[in-house]
C-alpha cells in the first residue's frame, strides 16, 4: 500500500535537498531533525518530546533522492517506507515527490495512510512557503499541543490564532499563514483525531537570526482557547 504526495517548489536540487534532507533543513519546514547522510544513517525526530530514532537511511543520491524505513509496532506491525524525489524543471523549480509506502503482514493502514497523506500536504506546503520567501534563513520551532474531550471540528473552531499575515491554506481542520507577526515565519494550527483522541496543536516556524523563542506564551494561548478540560501536554508525540 502506498501513498503519494506532490509539489513544486523554487530552488535548485541542491537547494531543496538541503531542506529535506539534512536536520537543520527538515526543521525549517517540519520539525527538528538529525539525519546521518548515508545509507544505514539514522534519522531522528523530535516531535515534542526530544529526539527519538524515526527511522534508518535506505536511500541516499543527493540531490534526487532520499529515503528511510520506520518500523511500526502496536495493534498492527509493519514497516513504513518514506522516499523523497526531487526533480528539476524548467525555470528554476523542482517538483518534490513524497511516497509512503507500507510494508505489513496483515491489518488495515489505509487510515494511517491516509492520515499521513493529508499531514504530509500541509507540511509541504510550508516547504514551499519556506523556500519561497525565508529559504537560507535560520530556524526557531515552536511546538505546543493538548488533548481535548471533544471531537476535532469544535476543538478547531475554537482556535483563533493570535498572529498576522496571509492565509496560505484554509482547510477544514488546519490553517497555515505566511506570519508577518509575531515575528516573520510560517504558522500552523490544526485539530486531529490521534488514537482515539482529539489533539489541538499549533506549530510556528520563526526565521532569522534573533527569533524569539515564543513556547511559554503559544502554550498559554492554547490552554486559553479549547474547549472543555483538556490534559495538557507539550506537543504532539
Not at 527538528?32 to 525526530?45: D, Y
Not at 509506502?101 to 495512510?113: I, K, P, Q, S
Not at 482529539?198 to 479549547?226: C, F, I, K, Q, V
Amino acid at each position: 500500500m502506498k501513498r503519494e504526495n506532490r509539489i513544486e517548489v523554487p530552488g535548485t536540487p541542491e537547494q531543496v535537498w538541503e531542506a529535506i534532507a539534512t536536520g537543520h533543513g527538515t526543521e525549517t519546514w517540519f520539525v527538528p531533525a538529525e539525519i546521518e547522510g548515508h545509507v544505514g544513517g539514522k534519522v531522528r525526530l523530535d516531535m515534542g518530546t526530544g529526539m527519538t530514532d524515526a527511522g534508518v537511511v535506505t536511500g541516499w543520491d543527493p540531490p534526487h533522492r532520499f529515503a528511510y524505513d520506520e518500523q511500526w509496532e502496536g495493534e498492527v506491525e509493519g514497516k513504513l517506507a518514506t522516499e523523497f524525489l526531487v526533480e528539476a524543471q524548467s525555470g528554476g523549480t523542482c517538483i518534490v515527490r513524497l511516497v509512503s509506502t507500507v510494508h505489513a503482514t496483515g491489518g488495515d493502514w489505509t487510515d494511517m495512510l491516509d492520515s499521513l497523506e493529508a499531514g504530509w500536504s500541509g507540511y509541504l506546503l510550508i516547504l514551499k512557503t519556506y523556500l519561497e520567501h525565508f529559504a537560507g534563513r535560520p530556524c526557531r520551532t515552536v511546538m505546543v499541543a493538548r488533548f481535548d474531550p471533544v471531537d476535532a471540528a469544535t476543538a478547531y473552531a475554537a482556535l483563533t490564532p493570535p498572529w498576522e499575515g496571509e492565509i496560505v491554506h484554509d482547510g477544514v481542520s488546519e490553517q497555515i499563514v505566511r506570519m508577518t507577526a509575531p515575528h516573520p515565519g510560517v504558522g500552523l494550527v490544526m485539530a486531529f483525531t490521534m488514537g482515539g483522541a482529539t489533539m489541538s496543536a499549533a506549530h510556528l516556524y520563526l526565521y532569522g537570526e534573533g527569533a524569539p523563542d515564543l513556547t511559554d506564551e503559544w502554550r498559554e494561548w492554547l490552554n486559553s482557547h479549547t474547549i472543555g478540560s483538556p490534559s495538557e501536554t507539550s506537543a504532539p508525540s
